[in-house]
């Protein structure tokens, strides 16, 4: 019984920064690479970024580059996303999922409930 359980998300100034958390149960999370994911209003899910299963390397997303920083505890079976200088068009449903490696699109479990990030004045 797979869970993944997004938190963190909320209501926010552009400019300003979250910190979203992913618990993920019910398979051997340090065997796996762990991926962000978010989807707006009318638009496909996209991935966001990526980190391989012992932390060591990562993936982003252009439009994220420099802004956003995905890091995992193996330890808590956790995996975060420090979003920072947000601005509205990050605004969406933020999702976790696990992946075969960091440049694999594919999630390997069925989607959790995500999180809600606005970004709005």
């Known amino acids: 019984q797979v869970q993944l359980v997004e938190s963190g998300g909320g209501l926010v100034q552009p400019g300003g920064s979250l910190r979203l958390s992913c618990a993920a149960s019910g398979f051997t999370f340090s065997r796996n690479a762990m991926s962000w994911y978010r989807q707006a209003p009318g638009k496909e899910r996209e991935l966001v970024a990526a980190?391989?299963?012992?932390?060591?390397?990562?993936n982003y997303a252009d439009s994220v580059k420099g802004r956003f920083t995905i890091s995992r505890d193996n330890a808590q079976n956790t995996v975060y996303l420090q979003m920072n200088s947000l601005k509205p068009e990050d605004t969406a449903v933020y999702y976790c999922?696990?992946?075969?490696?960091?440049?694999?699109?594919?999630?390997?479990?069925?989607w959790g409930q995500g999180t809600q990030v606005t970004v709005s004045s």
């Open positions: 980190i391989t299963s012992a932390g060591s390397s990562t």
């Open positions: 999922n696990a992946n075969l490696g960091i440049y694999k699109r594919r999630p390997l479990y069925d």
